[in-house]
């Protein structure tokens, strides 16, 4: 329980804990839970009037981020993004928020997320409790959006270091690096499911009247919404700077597979002439000119290098060797 700014005791019996914050109006309670069971959260929902398709929404999970306005409550979803940078890996929680009269329930999946940060910052500031449970939405919304830009600034330096690997003058493993890309493109893919659906929900906090949201709390809305905007824009320029990339891998191949065809055509036209000057010269024909003549043999010989070296030299001032 907070009351005017301040933490205070631990309630014993949530209903009753209820029934003093709404009477005196300058306190809430703030009830987190981490993946709770359906006989958990029961008594919660009970206790705080909750919706029962926003229950069955906390309960199961697996929603994209959303803000739906109930009777008796207010109840936002937000997706966590972490990123585990041995894997190359974009993992996403679910963070929801129950925003109503005097109280504040927020349901957490996954590893991510975790709220103790959030709310020793919130209590180091009791200008900002005061605002009840606006304060807690927004102190969260706010951790949550700003850690993705965090995380976009680290996908930022892998793309950078697979760029060098595709730009690279002799990359070795042209397979790998493909499936690289494509495997970044997932987990970019996975980062914009988080950040792109929130734009909504964040536009309506910071531009509407949303009910148990106090209405001086716009600006900071506002700040939040601002910085989602930031993290969105990142985001659509790492995707379009994996697909130049990829791209550039593919055109790239395409030019060292017509290098390799240059030159295995260059070989077998170096090959060809010897062969063909040799399979005229070992045909069993009794009246040949030059099977009478002595130096006929090291002539043919001598003949065919000269082709063959000759042959060289203009493939390789082409540039095909």
């Given at each position: 329980?907070?009351?005017?700014?301040l933490?205070?005791?631990?309630?014993?019996?949530?209903?009753?804990?209820?029934?003093?914050?709404?009477?005196?109006?300058?306190?809430?309670?703030?009830?987190?839970?981490?993946?709770?069971?359906?006989?958990?959260?029961?008594?919660?929902?009970?206790?705080?009037?909750?919706?029962?398709?926003?229950?069955?929404?906390?309960?199961?999970?697996?929603?994209?981020?959303?803000?739906?306005?109930?009777?008796?409550?207010?109840?936002?979803?937000?997706?966590?993004?972490?990123?585990?940078?041995?894997?190359?890996?974009?993992?996403t929680?679910?963070?929801?928020?129950?925003?109503?009269?005097?109280?504040?329930?927020?349901?957490?999946?996954?590893?991510?997320?975790?709220l103790?940060?959030?709310?020793?910052?919130?209590?180091?500031?009791?200008?900002?409790?005061?605002?009840?449970?606006?304060?807690?939405?927004?102190?969260?919304?706010?951790a949550?959006v700003?850690?993705?830009?965090?995380?976009?600034?680290?996908?930022?330096?892998?793309?950078?270091?697979?760029?060098?690997?595709?730009?690279?003058?002799?990359?070795?493993?042209?397979?790998?690096?493909?499936?690289?890309?494509?495997?970044?493109?997932?987990?970019?893919?996975?980062?914009?499911?988080?950040?792109?659906?929130?734009?909504?929900?964040?536009?309506?906090?910071?531009?509407?009247?949303?009910?148990?949201v106090?209405?001086?709390?716009?600006?900071?809305?506002?700040?939040?919404?601002?910085?989602?905007?930031?993290?969105?824009?990142?985001?659509?320029?790492?995707?379009?700077?994996?697909?130049?990339?990829?791209?550039?891998?593919?055109?790239q191949?395409?030019?060292?597979?017509?290098?390799?065809?240059?030159?295995?055509?260059?070989?077998?036209?170096?090959?060809?002439?010897?062969?063909m000057?040799?399979?005229?010269?070992?045909?069993?024909f009794?009246?040949?000119?030059?099977?009478?003549?002595?130096?006929?043999?090291?002539?043919?010989?001598?003949?065919?290098?000269?082709?063959?070296?000759?042959?060289?030299?203009?493939?390789?001032?082409?540039?095909?060797?």
């Amino acid at each position: 329980m907070y009351r005017n700014g301040l933490r205070s005791r631990a309630p014993e019996d949530l209903s009753d804990a209820l029934d003093e914050a709404r009477a005196t109006g300058d306190a809430f309670l703030w009830v987190g839970m981490h993946e709770p069971t359906e006989k958990e959260f029961e008594h919660v929902s009970q206790e705080f009037g909750l919706h029962p398709l926003a229950v069955e929404d906390a309960l199961t999970a697996h929603q994209r981020p959303k803000l739906e306005v109930y009777d008796d409550s207010l109840f936002v979803v937000l997706k966590p993004v972490m990123y585990d940078d041995d894997a190359d890996r974009v993992t996403t929680g679910e963070l929801m928020v129950f925003i109503g009269d005097s109280f504040v329930v927020t349901v957490r999946h996954g590893e991510g997320a975790a709220l103790a940060a959030v709310r020793h910052r919130l209590e180091q500031d009791p200008e900002v409790l005061r605002h009840g449970p606006t304060a807690v939405l927004y102190a969260v919304s706010d951790a949550v959006v700003d850690h993705y830009i965090e995380v976009a600034a680290e996908l930022q330096g892998d793309l950078e270091e697979l760029e060098a690997e595709v730009f690279a003058p002799n990359s070795a493993d042209t397979k790998n690096t493909a499936a690289r890309i494509y495997a970044f493109k997932r987990q970019v893919l996975e980062f914009r499911r988080a950040t792109s659906p929130l734009l909504q929900p964040m536009d309506r906090l910071a531009f509407g009247n949303v009910p148990f949201v106090h209405e001086h709390s716009q600006p900071f809305f506002r700040d939040v919404a601002d910085h989602l905007t930031k993290a969105n824009e990142y985001i659509e320029g790492l995707d379009r700077l994996l697909s130049d990339a990829l791209a550039a891998h593919l055109a790239q191949m395409g030019v060292r597979q017509n290098d390799d065809m240059r030159k295995i055509s260059a070989w077998a036209a170096m090959a060809a002439v010897p062969t063909m000057v040799a399979g005229i010269y070992g045909m069993n024909f009794k009246h040949m000119p030059e099977l009478t003549h002595r130096w006929g043999y090291p002539a043919v010989v001598v003949v065919m290098a000269a082709l063959c070296l000759g042959l060289y030299r203009m493939f390789k001032r082409r540039g095909w060797l």
